[in-house]
C-alpha cells in the first residue's frame, strides 16, 4: 500500500472495505465507485500481477464467495441485475456458466470418474443442504443402473459417521458441494480418504474445501443466483456422468428399465392419458 499512488491507494482502500460489492462490479463500475478513473482499475490489476481486471475480479469472487450471508448476495445479485429482466440475467448467465465449465472441466479426470464408478464396490453419494439436491438426482437416477448405491442421509453429524463407517478402498464416494460449503461432506471426505476409498468431488473449484482430497475433481462454474448459487453447470456434469455411466452398461441397464417398466405398468406408476 505504502507505494500506491494516491489513486491505487483510494481505490485499494475501497476493495479492503466494501470486498463483498467490488468483486462484482465491473472495471468502469468499481472506477466510478471508488472516485478513480477506470484506467487506474485495470493498470491497478497489472500492476498486482494479473493479466487484468477481469482475472483479478475473478479471483476475488472466488475468495469472498463462501463468506457471504445470504443478506449480502441478496443485495449484490439486485445491484448487478438492476432495472434489467432478471429471467434474460438469469438464463443468459446460467448459459456462460455452462460453456465456461465446458472449456475448463478436466476431461481426463471425468473419464476416469466414470470407470471408477463403474467398477466401485460400493457407491457413496453425499451432498448437503442446495447440494443434496444435485446428489439426490444423481442417486435417482444411478439407482436405475447399481443396486450397489448409499445416499448418505445428513440429518445429523452422527448419523453420517454411522452410514460411511465401513466404507473400504474398494468404494467410491462422490461428494457433492457447492458454497457456502457444507462441514458434513468435507468430513466425510476426509473419512472416506483416511479409509482408502477413492472420492469424486464435484464442486467449484480447486480452492474448494474437498478439492484437494480428491482422487477425481470435476469443476463446475457456479455462481450467485440472489441469495443462493446457480446450480445449472454443476447438473450439466451430472447428467454427462449418468449418460457416461449408463453407456458402459448398456445391456445391463437395457433389462433393468425393462424390468422397471413392467412394474410402473402394473402399478400404474405413470399417467398413461394422451392429450
Known amino acids: 500500500m505504502p507505494e500506491f499512488s494516491k489513486a491505487q491507494k483510494l481505490l485499494s482502500s475501497f476493495i479492503l472495505e466494501h470486498y463483498d460489492r467490488a468483486a462484482y462490479l465491473t472495471a468502469s463500475k468499481l472506477g466510478k465507485t471508488a472516485g478513480v478513473s477506470e484506467s487506474t482499475v485495470v493498470r491497478f490489476a497489472i500492476e498486482l500481477g494479473y493479466d487484468g481486471y477481469p482475472e483479478m475480479q475473478r479471483e476475488l469472487q472466488e475468495i469472498i464467495r463462501s463468506r457471504l450471508t445470504s443478506v449480502q448476495r441478496m443485495e449484490i445479485t439486485d445491484e448487478l441485475i438492476g432495472g434489467g429482466s432478471v429471467l434474460d440475467s438469469v ?10 465449465t465446458l472449456a475448463s ?5 471425468f473419464d476416469e470418474a466414470v470407470e471408477k464408478i463403474v467398477a466401485a464396490g460400493k457407491i457413496y453419494i453425499i451432498g448437503v443442504r442446495s447440494s443434496s439436491l444435485l446428489a439426490g438426482f444423481l442417486n435417482y437416477n444411478l439407482r436405475m443402473i447399481f443396486d450397489n448405491l448409499v445416499f448418505v442421509q445428513t440429518t445429523s453429524g452422527s448419523e453420517m459417521f454411522e452410514q460411511i463407517m465401513n466404507i473400504t478402498k474398494d468404494d467410491l464416494l462422490i461428494a457433492v458441494s457447492f458454497p457456502r460449503y457444507s462441514t458434513r461432506v468435507i468430513n466425510a471426505v476426509e473419512f472416506a480418504r483416511a479409509a482408502g476409498a477413492d472420492v469424486v468431488s464435484i464442486t467449484d473449484g480447486p480452492q474448494s474445501p474437498i478439492a484437494a482430497s480428491a482422487d477425481q475433481l470435476l469443476t463446475a462454474r457456479s455462481d450467485m443466483a440472489s441469495y443462493v448459487d446457480s446450480l445449472a453447470a454443476p447438473l450439466s456434469i451430472i447428467n454427462a456422468i449418468i449418460v457416461a455411466v449408463s453407456r458402459k452398461k448398456p445391456d445391463a441397464v437395457k433389462t433393468r428399465l425393462e424390468k422397471l417398466e413392467k412394474i410402473w405398468d402394473e402399478y ?3 399417467d398413461k392419458r394422451r392429450g
Do not use: N
Open 91 to 100: 438464463l443468459l448467465a446460467d448459459a456462460d456458466r455452462i460453456k465456461t
Open 105 to 109: 472441466i478436466d476431461r481426463a479426470a
Open 268 to 270: 400404474d406408476v405413470y
